[in-house]
T-cell receptor, first 115, second 116 residues
Framework: DGGITQSPKYLFRKEGQNVTLSCEQN?????MYWYRQDPGQGLRLIYY???????QKGDIAEGYSVSREKKESFPLTVTSAQKNPTAFYLC??????????????FGPGTRLTVT | AQSVAQPEDQVNVAEGNPLTVKCTYS??????LFWYVQYPNRGLQFLLK??????LVKGSYGFEAEFNKSQTSFHLKKPSALVSDSALYFC??????????????FGSGTQLTVLP
């Protein structure tokens, strides 16, 4: 899982509550990403950020929000507007593209359960 | 739009036998292709990538993948499977449905089980 940490590993919340998932990287990577993983569906992109103070919506951004105030940190908030928040959430990062590498490196994930 | 397909949800192979996990892709432009492995309740680990050059790409843990442009495939292979290779494998292509170049689009995953 390299230099990307996600906390907590397991998170339980009641329906209607907002919850924030932490993602920190010490790889000095410029870009960071949040994916959601559901059984049998692969990974789907929620948000990504290429530089500090800038981020873009992915394919399933509704009900989520992010911030990128520091290069090392990219927290994800799951709001009460997200209809099916129970899932495994994965954070990833990648190095600047000009260096010719395009792979992303993933954290260990946070399993969120909302009841 | 970029997409990948992993036609097999489950692959079983005996330990010591060669293994193949299949992936086909659809892209506009040159494909940048990746394989990742995921163990239970863990993040994804990068195995290998094809960007350009030799069609046979070698990666971590003895895995390799063959890029075939005419068949639009990027199958993952290993000459001799280990029980410890049992995991969920994802193929991915650079680029997303909405046209973003930076994201990866993932297949639905193939569960590999190596039987002792």
């Amino acid at each position: 899982d390299g230099g990307i940490t996600q906390s907590p590993k397991y998170l339980f919340r009641k329906e209607g509550q907002n919850v924030t998932l932490s993602c920190e990287q010490n790889l000095n990577h410029d870009a960071m990403y949040w994916y959601r993983q559901d059984p049998g569906q692969g990974l789907r992109l929620i948000y990504y950020s290429q530089i500090v103070n800038d981020f873009q919506k992915g394919d399933i951004a509704e009900g989520y929000s992010v911030s990128r105030e520091k290069k090392e940190s990219f927290p994800l908030t799951v709001t009460s507007a997200q209809k099916n928040p129970t899932a495994f959430y994965l954070c990833a990062s990648s190095i600047e593209e000009g260096l010719g590498t395009y792979e992303q490196y993933f954290g260990p994930g946070t399993r969120l359960t909302v009841t | 739009a970029q997409s990948v397909a992993q036609p097999e949800d489950q692959v079983n192979v005996a330990e010591g036998n060669p293994l193949t996990v299949k992936c086909t892709y659809s892209v506009s432009g040159n494909p940048y292709l990746f394989w990742y492995v995921q163990y239970p309740n863990r993040g994804l680990q990068f195995l290998l990538k094809y960007i350009t050059g030799d069609n046979l790409v070698k990666g971590s843990y003895g895995f390799e993948a063959e890029f075939n442009k005419s068949q639009t495939s990027f199958h993952l292979k290993k000459p001799s499977a280990l029980v410890s290779d049992s995991a969920l494998y994802f193929c991915a292509v650079r680029g997303g449905p909405s046209g973003s170049a930076r994201q990866l689009t993932f297949g639905s995953g193939t569960q590999l089980t190596v039987l002792p």
